[in-house]
């Protein structure tokens, strides 16, 4: 799988003490599908209907099932809200704790730690958030917003392309794509 071998590009330039990324893979439970008609829908959806589909999505995936986990997912989330990364931390690796079969649980404390810098870390949840649910557009995403970072613009570039095949018109898309195409592809001359 390509994701897998862009998270291991991206964790060989972190140094963080991770175990590699790889073996994590192993560790996923069945993937979150509740969500695949409404990514079906947005694959092909209008820019004008994409938000909307989107946004349902987003509740889809926001669902634990777990009142506990809702909660300390809330609580995490206002936690980001207040600009407080360093709580918000705390409160999804308790929802990780509790659930730690919700992929959204691990997409929120990948977000956070990507507000603290902490981009290996974020890689290690993203990489568990798309074991749990391969179409996470947002996860995805993020991963190609770190490689990015890195310079890895091929690699990026690939991921970005990864989100184009499930939501198009996910925001800051295209340009990226456009941004990094020359780089990738080379320019007409």
């Given at each position: 799988m390509r994701l897998l071998k862009l998270?291991?590009?991206?964790?060989?330039?972190?140094?963080?003490?991770?175990?590699?990324?790889v073996a994590t893979a192993q560790e996923a439970v069945v993937p979150d599908d509740s969500a695949v008609p409404?990514?079906?829908?947005?694959?092909?959806?209008?820019?004008?209907?994409?938000e909307t589909l989107a946004d349902q999505v987003r509740r889809e995936?926001?669902?634990?099932?777990?009142?506990?986990?809702?909660?300390?997912l809330t609580r995490g989330r206002k936690a980001m809200e207040r600009d407080d990364p360093h709580a918000a931390v705390e409160h999804f690796t308790a929802v990780i704790d509790h659930a730690p079969e919700f992929a959204q649980g691990w997409a929120e404390r990948a977000r956070a730690y990507y507000d603290l810098e902490l981009y290996g870390p974020a890689l290690g949840d993203l990489e568990?958030?798309?074991?749990?649910?391969?179409?996470?557009?947002?996860?995805?995403?993020?991963?190609?917003?770190?490689?990015?970072?890195?310079?890895?613009?091929?690699?990026a570039y690939e991921?970005?392309?990864?989100?184009?095949?499930?939501?198009?018109?996910?925001?800051?898309?295209?340009?990226?794509?456009?941004?990094?195409?020359?780089?990738?592809?080379?320019?007409?001359?």
């Amino acid at each position: 799988m390509r994701l897998l071998k862009l998270f291991v590009a991206a964790s060989t330039l972190i140094s963080t003490g991770l175990q590699p990324l790889v073996a994590t893979a192993q560790e996923a439970v069945v993937p979150d599908d509740s969500a695949v008609p409404l990514i079906e829908q947005l694959r092909d959806s209008s820019p004008e209907r994409a938000e909307t589909l989107a946004d349902q999505v987003r509740r889809e995936w926001s669902a634990s099932g777990s009142a506990t986990a809702d909660y300390l997912l809330t609580r995490g989330r206002k936690a980001m809200e207040r600009d407080d990364p360093h709580a918000a931390v705390e409160h999804f690796t308790a929802v990780i704790d509790h659930a730690p079969e919700f992929a959204q649980g691990w997409a929120e404390r990948a977000r956070a730690y990507y507000d603290l810098e902490l981009y290996g870390p974020a890689l290690g949840d993203l990489e568990h958030v798309l074991a749990l649910n391969p179409n996470h557009f947002e996860a995805i995403m993020g991963l190609a917003v770190i490689l990015d970072s890195m310079n890895r613009a091929e690699d990026a570039y690939e991921a970005y392309r990864q989100v184009e095949a499930i939501h198009p018109h996910q925001p800051g898309l295209t340009e990226a794509l456009q941004r990094l195409e020359p780089m990738v592809r080379g320019s007409d001359l």
